[in-house]
Structure formats: C-alpha cells, structure tokens
C-alpha cells in the first residue's frame, strides 16, 4: 500500500498568515492526489483535485502543487474560517491513503 | 442536488456486526465508486474500501479485509457497509463518499459505538 506522510502534524498561525503542509507519498502517484478540510462534527471537504486544481466554490487563497511523492497544500493568507484540520488523499492505487492530518490552530 | 443520506447512530456490543445504509440522489448511482471512511473520536481519516455499484466489485483496505462487507443495491441507489467482529477499537464515525475526479460528495456520517 502507498503511504502518505503529511506535516507538520499541527502549527499554529495567525490570521492573514501564509500557510504550508506538506505530504509525502512512499512512492510515485503521478497527480492523483487531493486536499480536504475537515472542521469539528463535520464530513469533510475537497478543496483541490488533481495536486493542483481547485474545486469548484474554493476560495482562490487554497492553492496545491507536486507530483510524483511530493505535494503542498498552501494558505496564502489565513482567514478566521480556515482553522480546520487539513488531509491529503491519495487515489493513485484502487487502494486509497490519507495522510494523517494537519490541525491549524489560531496562534 | 446530490445527496448521500446515511443511516442512523448505532451502539453494539463487542463482537457483534453493524450495517450502515447510504441513500443516494441527484446523480447516477452506478456512474461513481462509493467509498466509506472510518473516522474514530479525535483521530484522522482512515479510507475503508469501495464498491463499484455498476458491477458490485470491491476493494478493502488491509486493515478491515476479512471484515468488512460493502455492498450496492441498485433497485434503491442505496450502498452499505457491514463491519463485523466488532471491538471498542472500531468506535467510530463511518462516512459514505462519492469521490469523483471533479465531484466530491460526502454522507453526514453515522456513529457507531461498540461498548459491552
């Protein structure tokens, strides 16, 4: 199985702060990665498809890059709203992987 | 508008078999693999299995093979999940997901809880 290691596992930021996690796949996954915001009692949310392509109604400020093993998720200027927990998602194998979180918190 | 409604909460005793339901609408049911996700209290996402409802092939995760059970029925747009042998470890929130290459849709999620 592919698996993905994300970091940090946690950081703390301010509002208007740009924001980077990163995740490592153990091998090649081409593109076939995603980005999804989790908050507290909620499903989550897909925010990029495709390492780098934004869905649909996402706010510009989220933007990803890579391919390959390496991708970065990044925040270019927090909002009070984006205090979530972040995962990658990788779907390259019909055997799926999340990484395991990045929690942003306010600083 | 797309929809995944997902069954209700559930409590079972150790080593009994839960089956979560997850009814679909707006889209073809059989256009789209349905995953389902294990999220257990204050952990991360862990991705379970699928099933093609076109054909009613699946795929496990490692992890849950040899417990896990997912199914489609087409006659109701409906796909479940059955986890059986059931310990507090698997005390979770289980989501139902539609995970297309532009369409992500996701269930409200159902908790389970396993406690004697």
């Known amino acids: 199985d592919i698996q993905m290691t994300q970091s940090p596992s946690s950081l703390s930021a301010s509002v208007g702060d740009r924001v980077t996690i990163t995740c490592r796949a153990s091998q090649g996954i081409r593109n076939d990665l995603g980005w999804y915001q989790q908050k507290p009692g909620k499903a989550p949310k897909r925010l990029i498809y495709a390492a780098s392509s934004l869905q649909s109604g996402v706010p510009s400020r989220f933007s990803g890059s890579g391919s390959g093993t390496e991708f970065t998720l990044t925040i270019s200027s927090l909002q009070p709203e984006d205090f979530a927990t972040y995962y990658c998602?990788?779907?390259?194998?019909?055997?799926?992987?999340f990484g395991g979180g990045t929690k942003v918190e306010i600083k | 508008e797309v929809q995944l409604v997902q069954s209700g909460a559930e409590v079972k005793k150790p080593g009994a078999t839960v089956k979560i339901s997850c009814k679909v609408s707006g889209y073809t049911f059989t256009d789209y693999y349905m995953h389902w996700v294990q999220q257990a209290p204050g952990k991360g996402l862990e991705w379970m299995g699928l099933?093609?409802?076109?054909?009613?092939?699946?795929i496990y995760a490692e992890k849950f093979q040899g417990r896990v059970t997912i199914t489609a029925d087409t006659s109701t747009d409906t796909a479940y999940m059955e986890l059986s042998s059931l310990r507090s470890e698997d005390t979770a929130v289980y989501y139902c997901a539609m995970l297309g290459t532009r369409l992500d849709y996701w269930g409200q999620g159902t908790l389970v809880t396993v406690s004697s």
């Open positions: 099933v093609d409802p076109e054909d009613g092939e699946t």
């Open positions: 998602l990788q779907h390259n194998s019909y055997s799926l992987t």
